[in-house]
């Protein structure tokens, strides 16, 4: 029929749009090496901000005693402690707690999200129990990763330069987060000390390191996206201060907000962009990470109900709802191998309370989460490809097989199991024959956690 044929224009058209082929990707892979420079150059010279992180020294495996974590990025923040054991010992011990954030905290006030935090916080260090050895007469330390973009001053301090990810409380920008931190901590008399400031990027590679000295880089593909890697410290022209003696500094890259006329953006990206927290801001991080791609799915599918009445007569009202679709949905429905597509049709009828859908209709829709999709894993993909790129090991160089770790982590790559695989077997192709078996792509569970934990104890205010 005529609606149908709507529809699958529709489809077709999303399809072209948010093609990748791989001519593109090395575009993009290309573009995104040009402002890895230009932001490395000068203070605000490139979309990409390129954050110098102060760590200069990633674990070793000598870290010893206990340590605290605390990792804010999402919708849930973690607190962590760990007991380290020091050289050949590794993690003796480890325990967290994960608590949700209350949704109107993240539109509040800083005062009341830090209160919230430290409260949790001490909750959880007031359950130290065996196995946990603070030692005697000494402060506790905590590491924070805090996954939003900071200007660091030290390893210890740094001001918020903007909110990403559905956060928006306006006068915590340009604050210390440290500070800010710290004066919640000290109302409620809870005796801790920041020893870092880390982003959960910075954290991963940290913890990644500790397990694998060849890891070279991290890449975070959760709420939002993120990847941190480690520069020569003489190849930073905007860095001015000593060279630090280990000669490598770790750069916060602050990927999501990277964009290019190559990134293959549709209407429904551009919409999403305008109605969005922060218009214009975090393009790349819109089209690849777990926040966004379930409501690139949902515009769709409205504009298929608008527009070629593909559910029906009327539009069903919770299609129009933003974010009501969330990606672990879209996943869900996206590896739905059922033959009826029964989880497809129970999301559809649970979250968008759309009934009778027919197979036709459904398989439609898992089209639509693979086109979605695929394009966010395959622009990971050419990122990571743009990196390796920077540090010259995108190929054999003098016949020698360096080998390149990149450390993983995040929900979406976690779970979005076609997402990663897509990821995985872009980068290969990109790479090419012999230089791909010397990159590995490994997955860093929780690595931000305790690599902020370890960066804590190697700047502890007792070593
Ligand atoms: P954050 O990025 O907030 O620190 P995580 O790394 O745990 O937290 O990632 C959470 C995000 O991962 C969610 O917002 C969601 O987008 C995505 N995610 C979680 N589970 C799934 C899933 N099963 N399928 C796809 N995406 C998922
Ligand atoms: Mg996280």
């Avoid at 932001?39 to 010893?64: C, F, Q």
């Avoid at 196995?131 to 390893?155: C, D, K, M, Y």
């Avoid at 989880?343 to 459904?362: A, F, H, Y």
């Avoid at 078996?437 to 490994?442: A, G, L, M, N, R």
Wanted: one cysteine or more; proline letters at 3%.
């Amino acid at each position: 029929s005529g609606r149908w044929a709507r529809a699958m224009a529709i489809l077709r058209e999303v399809e072209e749009k948010c093609g990748t082929p791989i001519s593109k990707l090395r575009q993009v892979a290309d573009a995104m090496t040009v402002e890895m420079h230009a932001g490395l150059a000068s203070e605000g010279g490139s979309k990409l901000k390129m954050l110098i992180s102060y760590v200069d020294n990633l674990p070793t495996g000598d870290e010893k005693g206990l340590f605290y974590a605390l990792d804010l990025g999402g919708t849930n923040f973690r607190v962590l402690r760990v007991q380290l054991g020091g050289k050949d010992k590794s993690v003796v011990n480890q325990e967290f707690d994960e608590v949700s954030i209350p949704p109107h905290l993240m539109t509040g006030t800083s005062e009341e999200l830090f209160d919230f935090i430290a409260t949790a916080l001490a909750k959880f260090v007031a359950t130290e129990g065996e196995g946990f050895h603070p030692a005697p007469g000494r402060q506790r330390e905590l590491g924070f990763t805090f996954s939003f973009p900071v200007r660091q001053l030290s390893i210890s301090s740094g001001t918020l330069i903007k909110w990403t990810k559905g956060f928006n409380i306006e006068d915590a920008v340009g604050q210390d987060v440290v500070g800010e931190l710290t004066k919640s901590m000290e109302k409620i008399g809870l005796d801790m000390r920041v020893a870092a400031l880390v982003n959960d990027t910075i954290g991963t590679l940290a913890g990644g390191r500790y397990h694998n000295q060849d890891v070279a880089a991290a890449v975070i593909l959760g709420t939002g996206t993120n990847a941190a890697y480690v520069e020569r410290a003489h190849a930073i022209p905007k860095w001015h201060g000593l060279l630090p003696k280990s000669g490598e500094m770790v750069i916060n890259m602050e990927w999501g907000n990277f964009r290019s006329s190559h990134l293959p953006l549709t209407e429904y990206d551009q919409a999403l962009d305008v109605e969005s927290l922060n218009p214009g801001e975090q393009i790349f991080e819109k089209i690849i990470s777990g926040m966004y791609l379930g409501e690139i799915v949902r515009r769709v599918l409205s504009r298929m109900a608008e527009e070629a009445d593909f559910f029906g007569d009327t539009v069903p009202p919770k299609l129009q709802i933003p974010f009501i679709l969330r990606t672990p949905d879209m996943s869900a429905m996206h590896h739905d191998t059922s033959p009826d597509l029964r989880v497809v049709g129970g999301k559809l009828k649970d979250i968008l309370e759309i009934s009778n859908t027919s197979l036709k209709m459904r398989k439609v829709i898992v089209e639509l989460c693979d086109i979605v999709a695929t394009r966010g894993a395959r622009l990971s993909a050419a990122g990571i490809f743009g990196i390796l790129k920077k540090l010259g090991r995108d190929t054999v160089r003098d016949g020698e097989k360096q080998k390149s770790v990149i450390a993983l982590d995040g929900g979406l790559y976690e779970h979005y199991t076609k997402f990663s695989a897509c990821m995985e077997s872009t980068l290969k192709e990109l790479l090419g024959g012999e230089i791909a078996e010397s990159i590995v792509i490994e997955h860093s569970n929780d690595g931000s956690g305790i690599g902020a934990a370890l960066l804590a104890a190697s700047h502890s205010q007792y070593v």
